[in-house]
């Protein structure tokens, strides 16, 4: 009975299939229990280190979908060269598989890994490639001659951003890239910790946030919850730091796509590769994507720099902290904790598929923000007091 509730409870070879063209791998080759994720993968001496990289990103994938089932790479060469995943309750099993396309023919693109994978394919081809990253504003990321591509998505040790570094013999171009949905910056419990206990003390002081204490521990320490997630408005300098950390700026930049095959364009060895937005500096940072600091609850979090176990600090877009229609039910704060005025106007999310330079504003109707930081209220604002804020009568 147990071996049947087991069979039962396994993940399924549709429930992959689906998991995978859900976050961009939409050519999978069946064969059995056996998925081939399809790529384009250069050829090379980097053939199977892209190959690798693009395993790892599916297997990434695939733990967040099927903790249970607990995916892991086995480096059985029954399976492949490099091995594949494979599942602890179930026969299938999930390789990479190379396109055979090679340097003349573009095909889908899931994420940097295969971006990358793409572009060397170009350098194999042709010894070189001129790449362009461009949105409908003209800003522009570009390297001529072009002849190496590497996945950096891992070392984010001294606060680098970059998902992948495109290099020649003259200089390198270190890339950030960002799906449109994206809501997260930066993960900041250490950096940000103190300055968002002050806010917090300061704010469960005025009685406009309360703190919970919850029935259970995290590492010893008790559990707290917010009644309402805080949302602060950083410093220039914080902003600019948590979008483009310590290698981005000015050296390379931040694009925001969530790619498909239409956004690539090749003439020989010359690639354009049309964005939503491209980033190189603070006053190119669309509206939808200023970045803002979110205090929100999480029970696994416990921040000694902060000293409340329970709470999670976050560098997030504008939309993620204020909603996208700017009315999301949280404290705005400015960097003293002091409650400010949101954004007005009716803001609209901009349509995955539009790429007109007036979307990019289109999340508020306000003007351009003047810094990184949502500047929700300017210096000449006082705090609001009346009690639709407090959510009683001002007691000063």
């Known amino acids: 009975m147990r071996d049947l509730i087991n069979l039962l409870e396994s993940v399924t070879k549709l429930e992959v299939e689906s998991a995978l063209k859900k976050n961009g791998y939409t050519d999978l080759k069946v064969n059995g229990n056996a998925l ?22 599916v297997l990434v994938i695939l733990q967040k979908s099927f903790p249970k089932s607990n995916p892991t790479i086995s480096s059985d060469p029954r399976l492949s060269s ?74 984010t040790a001294n606060s680098k951003k970059a998902d992948v ?31 968002a206990r002050e806010i917090i003390d300061k704010l469960v002081d005025d009685g406009l946030v309360k703190l919970k204490k919850l029935d259970k521990t995290r590492d010893g320490e008790p559990v707290y919850a917010l009644s309402k997630e805080i949302v602060i ?23 925001i796509q969530t790619f498909k095959p239409e956004h690539f364009t090749q003439k020989g060895n010359n690639v354009t590769v049309e964005c939503h937005a491209v980033i190189t500096n603070k006053e190119d940072i669309p509206e939808s994507h200023l970045m803002v600091w979110l205090l929100r609850n ?42 400010v005025d949101r954004p007005v106007g009716e803001p609209q999310e901009p349509d ?38 407090l959510g009683r009568e001002y007691k000063g």
């Not at 350098?123 to 522009?140: C, H, L, M, Q, W």
């Not at 209220?377 to 609001?384: C, V, Y």
């Open 36 to 57: 081939g994720v399809m790529v384009q993968i250069p050829d090379g001496a980097k053939k199977d280190e892209f190959r690798k990289s693009i395993l790892d990103n």
């Open 82 to 155: 490099i091995g594949g995943i494979v599942f602890s309750d179930s026969a299938v099993r999930v390789l990479v598989k190379d396109l055979g396309i090679q340097g003349d023919q573009s095909a889908g693109v899931a994420n940097e890994v295969e971006m990358a994978s793409m572009l060397q394919s170009v350098i194999e081809k042709y010894g070189s490639a001129n790449v362009t990253f461009v949105d409908p504003r003209g800003k522009s990321l570009v390297i001529k001659d072009c002849n190496s591509v590497d996945v950096a998505g891992r070392d």
């Open 165 to 195: 570094v495109l290099s020649s013999s003259e200089r390198s171009l270190p890339i950030s890239i960002k799906k449109l949905n994206a809501e997260a910056w930066e993960s900041a419990d250490n950096l940000f910790g103190s300055k």
């Open 233 to 255: 408005e950083p410093t220039e300098q914080e902003a600019v730091r948590a979008i483009f950390g310590s290698d981005l700026n000015p050296k390379g930049g931040v694009v």
């Open 298 to 339: 999480d029970s696994n979090r416990n921040s000694k720099a902060l000293g409340l176990a329970g709470i999670r600090i976050m560098g997030v877009t504008l939309t993620r902290g204020i909603g996208k229609s700017g009315n999301k039910d949280v404290i705005l704060v400015d960097q003293d904790g002091n409650v």
């Open 352 to 389: 995955s598929g539009e790429t007109d330079a007036a979307t990019l504003d289109a999340v508020t109707s306000t003007p351009r923000l003047t810094g990184p930081g949502a500047r929700a209220a300017r210096t000449s604002h006082e705090p609001r007091m009346d009690r639709a804020t």
